[in-house]
């Protein structure tokens, strides 16, 4: 278990592959990922790579500034309806492009990307629903 903050900073820039690998696989508690947020923003993207981190936890990093953040958190397995509705309607392209083809898309998440301004993106959604791709 990561203990604090300033742990999880030194095992995800850790040379070492069991430490770094570390980073990714250990849970935290809420207060421990929350810290890392608010005093190491630059590992934003990293605590949303970690396999365990908590809903909660991807549900602030929704809301966060970068990009590559929100891209990462659209892209995670266990996103519920609520949160991918959400991400279904961010304003960078490579987000709105995870939820369209996250496995676990719904019909009702599908829909609402049917109408994207990317065609890319509205394409893949009526695929998915006329395959019956979805959820």
Not at 30 to 55: C, F, G, H, R, S
Not at 56 to 78: P, T, W
Not at 102 to 128: F, G, P, Q, Y
Request: glycine fraction near 0%.
């Amino acid at each position: 278990m990561i203990e604090s903050a300033e742990e999880f900073v030194r095992l995800r820039m850790s040379e070492k592959q069991a430490e770094y690998t570390r980073a990714a696989h250990d849970e935290a508690s809420l207060e421990v990922w929350i810290k890392v947020i608010e005093n190491y923003p630059d590992m934003a993207v990293w605590v949303a790579q970690n396999k365990t981190i908590p809903y909660e936890i991807l549900e602030l990093l929704a809301d966060h500034s970068e990009n590559r953040v929100r891209s990462m958190v659209a892209s995670k397995n266990k996103l519920k309806e609520p949160l991918m509705l959400k991400l279904a309607v961010d304003t960078d392209e490579a987000v709105r492009m995870s939820i369209v083809r996250h496995k676990k898309a719904t019909l009702k998440v599908l829909t609402l990307l049917l109408n994207d301004t990317w065609c890319e993106i509205s394409d893949k959604a009526s695929e998915r629903i006329h395959n019956g791709s979805h959820k």
